[in-house]
């Protein structure tokens, strides 16, 4: 049975996570107000010490802080800095419940679930609205605008969607009082499929029917499991392909890549990012221990696109978190943080925590074709899921000692 105080703390981290796709502006707030309660906890109960397990959060922020000392532009450099506070308030958070009690990650990931579940229905009523009332256009990729003018960056949503919905599921199979979330799966995939990314459309197709056999297998057959996978994630495929945006950018993306040649291409596909990732590559051979700073690289990154013709990519970031990790901090610091987030993950697969390995995959997938820590909803997450990491972990070490 969960006390008061235990249900006051995990709903303080459940509501950032609830806010994060709804609204920026309140998910600040929610940070501010958990971070000052825990902030007050840890004080009164001398938890602060724990903060030095989460190292790995702290080190990007300072990295991100050693590039804004390098930086010119101190204003686009002092906001970027700003963004990257996440990773200095979520230890705070977390080396507070650390002292406490381990919080299953259905219990905090459920919160994630019906603020995305929120943010994709106040879309849907907003574009009705747009579309049927006012009578804005919405063929064609111009549907898929006029949705995403409510919503969130179609990237950051598509990661939300994917990680709730692995979140509750196992959760949701197994608890008969939950099972009528199950109807909010079918919308969040086929969600994933207009939203229209690549990689989520790649990951529904590919991946998730994989992970969701394995969680139902647990409590069925594997006839019937079959039947389930096969029958549900076909028909909804199948459906969503039905609209010409999200299959063309598919059939062109593979197009590019079989060298196909087309009398259009419509799309800012797989050419478009690899001028800017040779461009990337060459600026980080420049200048590849201490990367340039925060505040100066898309300026540095706009000129070489002037200078190389590519006048359709100016103001266009690497658009590979690597690479802009490369570009912010140098090789050295990148290789440092990359190497440290994979020793977790290595920890996490020896200790079979399933969610927090497909979270990481996720994040690290689009990470190949976005860079995830350009904006708030990409840092939040990202800030969570690491550390949420170093929390669970913690409780795994507690109990090697106990044993030792």
């Known amino acids: 049975m969960i006390n008061k105080k235990d249900q006051i703390e995990e709903s303080l981290v459940g509501i950032v996570l609830l806010t994060l796709p709804i609204s920026m502006k309140l998910n600040s707030m929610a940070i501010i107000i958990?971070?000052?309660y825990f902030l007050y906890r840890s004080i009164k109960e001398k938890t602060i010490k724990n903060l030095k397990f989460y190292w790995l959060s702290i080190a990007f922020f300072l990295a991100q802080f050693l590039s804004f000392l390098l930086s010119s532009?101190?204003?686009?450099?002092?906001?970027?800095?700003?963004?990257?506070?996440?990773?200095?308030?979520?230890?705070?958070?977390?080396?507070?419940?650390q002292a406490k009690r381990k919080f299953n990650?259905?219990?905090?990931?459920?919160?994630?679930?019906?603020?995305?579940?929120?943010?994709?229905?106040?879309?849907?009523?907003?574009?009705s609205y747009d579309a049927f009332i006012l009578g804005e256009r919405y063929d064609y990729g111009r549907g898929v605008a006029l949705y995403l003018k409510y919503v969130p960056h179609h990237v950051y949503l598509s990661m939300f969607i994917i990680i709730s919905i692995f979140g509750v599921l196992n959760t949701?199979?197994?608890n008969k009082k939950k099972?009528?979330?199950?109807?909010?799966?079918?919308?969040?995939y086929l969600a994933l499929i207009l939203?229209?990314?690549?990689?989520?459309?790649?990951?529904?197709?590919?991946?998730?029917?994989?992970?969701?056999?394995?969680?139902?297998?647990?409590?069925?057959?594997?006839?019937?499991?079959?039947?389930?996978?096969?029958?549900?994630f076909t028909i909804l495929t199948v459906i969503g392909f039905t609209n010409d945006f999200a299959r063309d950018k598919i059939l062109h993306s593979y197009y590019e890549l079989a060298n196909i040649a087309t009398k259009e291409n419509p799309f800012a596909g797989i050419s478009f990012?690899?001028?800017?990732?040779?461009?990337?590559?060459?600026?980080?051979?420049?200048?590849?221990?201490?990367?340039?700073?925060?505040?100066?690289?898309?300026?540095?990154?706009?000129?070489?696109?002037?200078?190389?013709?590519l006048d359709k990519h100016l103001r266009l970031n690497a658009h590979n978190q690597y690479l802009q990790l490369m570009l912010h901090h140098g090789l050295l610091i990148a290789s440092f943080l990359l190497i440290s987030i994979v020793n977790f993950i290595r920890k996490l697969i020896q200790s079979k925590m399933y969610f927090l390995i497909f979270s990481w995959f996720i994040l690290l997938m689009f990470s190949l074709t976005e860079s995830i820590l350009n904006r708030q909803w990409g840092v939040i997450l990202f800030a969570f899921v690491l550390n949420y990491t170093v929390y669970v972990l913690s409780f795994r070490d507690e109990i090697k000692k106990s044993k030792g």
């Open 34 to 36: 958990a971070v000052a």
């Open 73 to 97: 532009d101190i204003k686009r450099a002092g906001s970027k800095l700003v963004l990257y506070l996440a990773f200095l308030l979520f230890p705070i958070m977390f080396s507070n419940l």
């Open 105 to 127: 990650h259905y219990n905090l990931i459920r919160w994630l679930f019906f603020g995305t579940a929120i943010v994709l229905f106040y879309g849907i009523v907003r574009f």
């Open 172 to 174: 949701i199979v197994e």
């Open 179 to 188: 099972r009528f979330l199950l109807i909010f799966i079918p919308f969040f």
């Open 195 to 232: 939203l229209s990314s690549r990689m989520a459309i790649l990951i529904a197709v590919l991946i998730l029917p994989i992970m969701t056999y394995f969680v139902l297998r647990k409590r069925m057959n594997r006839k019937l499991t079959n039947k389930i996978i096969f029958g549900f």
């Open 273 to 309: 990012r690899k001028n800017v990732w040779i461009s990337a590559l060459e600026l980080i051979k420049e200048s590849p221990w201490i990367g340039y700073g925060i505040g100066d690289m898309q300026t540095i990154l706009d000129n070489l696109y002037l200078e190389k013709g």
